[in-house]
């Protein structure tokens, strides 16, 4: 009865092994396949926005060329936006893409401050259409860009809680950033004078 009683035992060892490899298999499997997910939700989230980083970079062309009609004096903006629209389009990684983006939001700023010294440029039907164009590109590119940010928030938060930072670790992934715009202006107190 000793040696039967051994078996059992035995058995039972090798049934809890085998469940316990079952499981950690189906763990393994498991967040894989949620980094993955995660992960292509995020890529999916910027080529949105980089629908409308496309569109707007299009469009500044046109908005220029208008401007330089009226603002023959002002080369040196129209110059920064030439810049960094081409620094924008010409980037080859995605952070160097952000960057270059920022940048040319902050210059796209200053081109607007502009225009405002030009009564005739801003009664232009012309340039009206091309800023209201801008102004919803603009939207979208805010919009997309917090459903990207979302989507970044969501995948470095499945790679860094526990248990997953485990599995996070043995898969090699790595967090995004997110796509913030690094412009002084936008952080600073706006004077209102009446």
Do not use: C
Not at 9 to 29: G, N, P, S
Request: hydrophobic share 45%.
């Amino acid at each position: 009865m000793n040696l039967l009683g051994a078996s059992y035992a035995w058995i039972a060892i090798i049934a809890v092994v085998i469940i316990l490899v079952f499981l950690i298999i189906v763990m393994f499997i498991s967040y894989y396949n949620k980094f993955v997910k995660a992960r292509n939700n995020v890529e999916e989230s910027f080529s949105a926005m980089d629908v409308y980083l496309v569109k707007r970079s299009s469009l500044i062309p046109n908005i220029v060329n208008t401007v330089k009609g009226y603002a023959k004096h002002e080369k040196e903006t129209l110059t920064a936006v030439i810049e960094a629209r081409n620094l924008a389009n010409n980037s080859t990684t995605r952070e160097e893409r952000m960057k270059n983006e920022a940048a040319l939001t902050s210059a796209l700023k200053s081109l607007l401050m502009v225009v405002e010294q030009y009564p005739n440029l801003q009664a232009n039907e012309n340039f009206m259409d091309l800023q209201n164009q801008l102004k919803e590109i603009e939207l979208d590119i805010a919009n997309a860009r917090k459903f990207y940010n979302a989507r970044v928030k969501a995948y470095n938060t499945s790679i860094q809680t526990f248990p997953a930072v485990i599995f996070a670790k043995i898969f090699k992934q790595t967090k995004f950033d997110f796509f913030i715009v690094d412009d002084e202006n936008e952080r600073k107190n706006i004077k209102v004078e009446f």
